[in-house]
């Protein structure tokens, strides 16, 4: 990032009432409340990608027997899940492993932003909880066929990639292999509006990661409750 | 309401794309061509709610059985739904009965407007399918707590419901089993971000919805 200048993805902001029924908040209020009650050894946290994991059955399989939280909220940018963490989405817990995939609706910003937003969140999330790893999803591909925003997508990939490695508990991890075929096209079996996916699109995504997590809750030593000031 | 250029909601309207990967015109065109080939008995038309059921195991279970085509895109209001029966979606399929699920997205309208918005879309389906059943789901309740949405969106059930009482070809279902808790208070276990149906919401409004259709389909296969 060049100069002094903010890089508006990095910036916190709550999401507005405009529809007029406050579901945003009333997301995050129970998600804040959730912290209170739960002891997550895992925390997703993100968009619609994560939120509608939950929904289906891979979530149980995977995610359920993990202790895994879900905190993602359909329209996320990187600013939204900012505004979030800062605002008690972290209290409390102490999860192991942060799952964090979000960037695909940051529509106002570059991809150099928008790398910038969620390197700031994996910070954010490195210096509230230092013994937290962090697990960053790579953006799909969306859309039909080519179009200007897979190439966003990718360039944002490509900047985690250098980026992520130079904080020490974070690494990147790409899922979106296989998606895109050789015509250029997305199917609607693993997309069903060639950008949220559906039950088969999930399942693929979710081997490589449940894998991944196992391997870093293996790794990591448990701590004793008493010793957590 | 007195023409429809007056009311938007009655105004076919194609999706804009203002993301920048043209995805509104995708899966209408998606639909166009899927329906080439396939004969469905029932089509259930709308936006997200219609969708998103496509995706669960609810679908396999109950409406596959009875033929059914999906025609749901996420986001769409009733002038969005009219564009698209326009412009192609009911061009080569005769479907007993159609399930309209739509309204809830129409923001900016009042409640007339949107059921002029339902009730320009049943009449559509009457003059392109003159032998099919309109079946219209009542829009559900949103929002957390009581909000001006709810209010709107049952004004919406109740207009639409006056407007088809004199149709023998449409009728309104109530599908709300009965989200809204005595406290006001809708559960994420069964809309889960206030809005989108849950599996266990989606069986909750499927059952009913089901044994209705069934009826329906029986009913048509007698005339």
Known sequence: MSGDEINPAAVAQAVEDVQGDDRWMSQHTRFVQECKDAEPEVLFIGDSMVQLMQQYEIWRE???????????????????VLWRLQNGELDNIRPKVTVVWVGTNNHEHSAEQVAGGILAIAQLLTSRLPKTKVVVLG??????????????????????????????????????AGFVHSDGTISTRDMFDFLHLTAAGYRAIAKPLSD?????????????????? | MSSEDSNPAATPTPG????????????????????????PDVLFVGDSLVQLLYQFEVWQD????????????????????LWRLSNGELGHISPKVVVLWVGTNNHGHTAEQICGGIMAIVQLIKDKLPKAYTLVLGVLPRGKMPNPLRERNAQVNKLVQEA?????????????????????????????DYLHLTPQG??????????????????QAEN
Not at chain 1, 154 to 172: D, E, I, K, M
Not at chain 2, 172 to 188: A, K, M, T
């Open chain 1, 62 to 80: 995977l995610f359920s027997p993990l202790h895994a939280l879900n905190f993602g909220i359909g329209g996320d940018t990187t600013c939204n």
């Open chain 1, 139 to 176: 953006l799909l591909a969306r859309g039909d066929g080519p179009n200007p925003l897979r190439e966003k997508n990718a360039a944002v990939n490509g900047f985690l990639r250098s980026w992520l490695p130079r904080l020490g508990q974070a690494q990147f991890l790409d899922v979106g």
């Open chain 1, 212 to 229: 991944l997590l196992l391997q870093i809750l293996d790794e990591t030593p448990e701590e004793k409750r008493a010793s957590l000031v």
């Open chain 2, 16 to 39: 804009v794309d203002t993301q920048g990967d043209g995805r509104w015109m995708s899966l209408h065109n998606h639909f166009v061509s899927n329906s080439k080939d396939k004969e």
């Open chain 2, 62 to 81: 109950l409406f596959s059985p009875l033929h059914a085509l999906n025609f749901g895109v996420g986001g769409d209001a009733t002038q969005h739904v």
């Open chain 2, 164 to 192: 088809v009482s004199s149709l023998p070809h449409a009728s309104l279902l109530n599908v709300d089993p009965g989200f809204v808790h005595s406290d006001g208070s809708i559960s994420h276990q069964d809309l889960y």
């Open chain 2, 202 to 219: 989606y069986q909750a409004v499927c059952q009913p919805l089901h044994a209705h259709l069934k009826g329906l389909l029986e009913k």
